[in-house]
C-alpha cells in the first residue's frame, strides 16, 4: 500500500462573504469569477494599480462565501488591500478560522473514500461533512476543515509542510514569499500558464500592465524552478548565473522548500524569458549551492 501523508499547511485563508462578493472580488483579481462554481477551483491574481502581485491564490466557493489560499505573506498583504475598499460594497472580509490540509501520496483514494470525499467527473473541488477540498493532481488534494475534522489513523501526519512545499514547486504553482510581494506582474510568476489570468473579463486593478504585457509583448521574465543540493533554506533569495568566468545577477527566489532526507534545496525564481535551461545558477551569497533549472510541466508559449 502506497504511503499517504498530510501535512499541516502554513497557507492561509481569505473569506468573502455578503451580497456583493461577486462584483466586488471580480474588480479585484485577474479571474473571471462568472467560470467559478462549487465544483472547480481556479487560480488567481490580486494586483496593485500598477499590475504587481500581492499575492496568487487559489480561488474556490463554500456555503455563500469565496475563499482565497495564498501563502501567509500573500494573504496578510491581499487581506489588507481588499478591505480598504470593503467599507463601500456589502461585502464581508475576513481572514478564515478553517485550518488548510495537504494530502499528499501515490493514491490518495482510499483515503478520500475514508473521509466521503467524491470528486466528480473532471471536477477540480468538492463539498464534504467538514469542510472543502480540492484536488491540486491526482497525487495531491488540499482540504479546508473545521474544527470537527479528524484524519484516519493510517494516514502519516508530518510536522511540516515541507513536502508539500516541494511538490506544489515542482508543479510550477507560483506563490510569492514576502520578499517577492508587489515585485512581479502575474505573466512574470506564468499565471497564465495555468489559466489564473481572464484577457476578455472587463476591468479589474492592475488590468492595463497584465493586457499591456501580453499584447505588446512587454513581458520579459518567467517563472522557473530550480533544485540543487544544499544544508537548508536560503536566508537571501538572489541568485546568480555564470557569464564566462564571472556570475552575474539573474533574479531572486520567490519560493523554496528544502527535503531533509536528500538535503535538496526546491524552490522557484524569476529569470529573463530568455533563459538557457541548461545553465547553472547558484546562490549569490551561498555560493557553494548550486541550482539546476528543471522543465516546466506547462507551455509558456502564448494562446
Not at 77 to 97: D, T
Not at 132 to 145: G, P
Not at 146 to 171: E, R
Amino acid at each position: 500500500m502506497s504511503q499517504v501523508y498530510a501535512c499541516p499547511l502554513s497557507h492561509q485563508v481569505i473569506s468573502l462573504s455578503g451580497a456583493d462578493k461577486l462584483s466586488y472580488l471580480h474588480g479585484q483579481i485577474t479571474q473571471d469569477l462568472n467560470k467559478l462554481n462549487n465544483n472547480n477551483f481556479l487560480w488567481a491574481g490580486h494586483c496593485s494599480a500598477k499590475g504587481k502581485l500581492w499575492g496568487v491564490f487559489k480561488l474556490f466557493s463554500y456555503q455563500q462565501s469565496y475563499f482565497l489560499a495564498g501563502s501567509s505573506a500573500e494573504v496578510e498583504r491581499s487581506l489588507a488591500e481588499l478591505k480598504k475598499y470593503a467599507v463601500f460594497a456589502k461585502v464581508e472580509i475576513n481572514k478564515a478560522s478553517e485550518r488548510l490540509i495537504g494530502l499528499l501520496g501515490d493514491n490518495v483514494t482510499d483515503i478520500l473514500v475514508q473521509l466521503d470525499i467524491h470528486f466528480s467527473d473532471d471536477a477540480t473541488a468538492c463539498d464534504f461533512a467538514h469542510g472543502k477540498a480540492l484536488k491540486l493532481a491526482s497525487n495531491r488534494v488540499l482540504l479546508m476543515v473545521d474544527s470537527q475534522f479528524c484524519l484516519p489513523d493510517d494516514v502519516s501526519t508530518l510536522d511540516n509542510d515541507a513536502l508539500w512545499q516541494q511538490a506544489s514547486i515542482l508543479a510550477g504553482e507560483p506563490q510569492l514569499s514576502v520578499d517577492a510581494i508587489d515585485e512581479y506582474v502575474p505573466q512574470m510568476v506564468n499565471l497564465q500558464a495555468i489559466n489564473g489570468i481572464s484577457f476578455k473579463k472587463g476591468c479589474y486593478t492592475g488590468q492595463e500592465t497584465v493586457a499591456r504585457m501580453k499584447y505588446l509583448g512587454k513581458n520579459k521574465r518567467a517563472m522557473y524552478i530550480v533544485s540543487g543540493q544544499s544544508e537548508g533554506l536560503l536566508e537571501a533569495p538572489d541568485i546568480e548565473t555564470q557569464l564566462g568566468e564571472n556570475w552575474r545577477r539573474a533574479g531572486k527566489l520567490i519560493a523554496q522548500s528544502y527535503n531533509e532526507q536528500t538535503q535538496t534545496l526546491t524552490g522557484l525564481v524569476v529569470l529573463p524569458n530568455d533563459t538557457d535551461i541548461d545553465q547553472t545558477l547558484r546562490a549569490k551569497h551561498t555560493p557553494s549551492v548550486e541550482l539546476n533549472i528543471l522543465p516546466l510541466p506547462y507551455s509558456l508559449e502564448d494562446e
